[in-house]
């Protein structure tokens, strides 16, 4: 199938008339793009329209329809956190961009977890977190998140309790523990301090002021619905394990390449651009080979993530310089017309303010947390087990 078809090429495609064509772009189901000079002609994305011929087939066929839910398919279960319309992302009916600019992570998780952003402060406010000590040295610090909540689930006792309450005071534990871990802190206390500021402090020693881009970053990796972490989550909840198992199980999908791990294949494509002697003919030579361009594109948003257009902002107006990404981007916009996700914009973030390696997917877990555990008490809520089918395909028995 090639690229772009005209209008007419597109509306006989999917059998329905130009005006419902237009409809249809207008809703952000099919990107759309001016096809030459005068921006009277329009081309249309060919894979949008092989995605709405997939939904439309999948609708008549209930075991297709059950199989394409799960490559970002029709929706699978109900859920009260998250919003994704129109090109932009809701926490609980409130805007992520107000909540990344004008809030604590703590207070969204009060919102997620409770739909109040006081009770999230009260639940941190007397924390005193301890990083185990018997964890190997050398461990690289996402790992160290891992290891260390395997090691405290073992005396906290209290994490049995699956109870809503519970279950958030076990929350705001688990996120203290890892910010103890971040840093490799003895211990953390939370009165009066948050953890963006714990962060900051240890980071941004010069430069304090700035943790509210911290915030700004946690706060945009909260939730985004049922992707892959998060719906590892839900199914672990689903068994009736502890918390620290939901946090573990997420941690583990958040770490592949295709999720938040996707953070050291942007660092390594930013590497590879900036260095060469030519950022342009760079870009155009790995188009040429056909590779990839890791931090740029979301199948959820035709007109680029909401999320990386807020934190690039946000780091914008902090009066640092992102002229180098900002070219890529413009270049990017201009050879095939894609934007930059979230990875790509916590990677800028952590360049531009000089954070350890591997930082980009710390920030990404320790946001992601608060949503894994938002996703573990909506389904501890419904007592349920997640427990699909599987169709066999395999040999027949004798």
């Not at 941690?251 to 342009?280: C, P, Q, W, Y």
């Amino acid at each position: 199938m090639p690229r772009y078809m005209t209008a007419k090429e597109a509306a006989e495609t999917l059998n329905i008339s130009l005006p419902t064509l237009y409809s249809y772009v207008s809703r952000g189901l099919i990107r759309s793009e001016t096809a030459d000079n005068s921006k009277r002609t329009r081309r249309y994305y060919a894979d949008d329209i092989e995605t709405l011929i997939r939904r439309k087939e999948a609708t008549k066929n209930p075991e297709i329809m059950a199989e394409s839910a799960l490559d970002w398919g029709a929706p699978v279960l109900d859920s009260a956190l998250t919003l994704i319309v129109d090109g932009r992302l809701y926490y609980r009916g409130h805007d992520v961009a107000t909540l990344a600019y004008d809030y604590t992570l703590e207070q969204v998780a009060g919102l997620l977890w409770a739909q109040d952003m006081s009770t999230g402060e009260a639940l941190f406010d007397d924390i005193v977190a301890s990083a185990p000590s018997d964890l190997p040295e050398g461990l690289p610090t996402f790992n160290r998140l891992q290891a260390g909540l395997t090691s405290a689930s073992v005396e906290d006792y209290k994490a049995y309790d699956l109870s809503t309450d519970a279950v958030q005071a076990t929350g705001a534990r688990i996120l203290a523990l890892m910010v103890a871990a971040t840093l490799r802190t003895g211990s953390l206390t939370m009165f009066d301090t948050t953890l963006a500021e714990h962060l900051a402090g240890a980071w941004l020693p010069d430069a304090p002021h700035l943790k509210y881009l911290l915030d700004c970053a946690m706060i945009l990796c909260a939730d985004h619905e049922l992707n892959a972490s998060s719906f590892t989550a839900r199914i672990i909840a689903s068994t009736g394990a502890t918390p620290y198992a939901v946090v573990s199980g997420g941690l583990s999908a958040l770490s592949g390449v295709k999720h938040g791990g996707s953070t050291a294949r942007v660092d390594a494509f930013l590497n590879e651009i900036l260095h060469a002697s030519d950022m342009r003919t760079a870009l155009v030579q790995r188009l040429q080979r056909g590779e990839d361009f890791p931090g740029f594109g979301h199948k959820l948003y035709s007109d680029g993530d909401p999320r990386a257009r807020i934190l690039l902002d946000a780091i914008r107006e902090s009066n640092m310089d992102i002229a180098p990404y900002d070219s890529i981007v413009t270049t990017m916009s201009e050879l095939i017309n894609t934007a930059p996700n979230i990875d790509f914009a916590l990677v800028v973030l952590k360049r531009a303010l000089g954070l350890p390696a591997g930082s980009a997917l710390i920030l990404f877990a320790l946001g992601r947390t608060v949503g894994w555990i938002a996703h573990a008490i909506e389904q501890y809520s419904t007592d349920t087990l997640i427990r699909p089918r599987a169709r066999y395909v395999g040999i027949q028995p004798d």
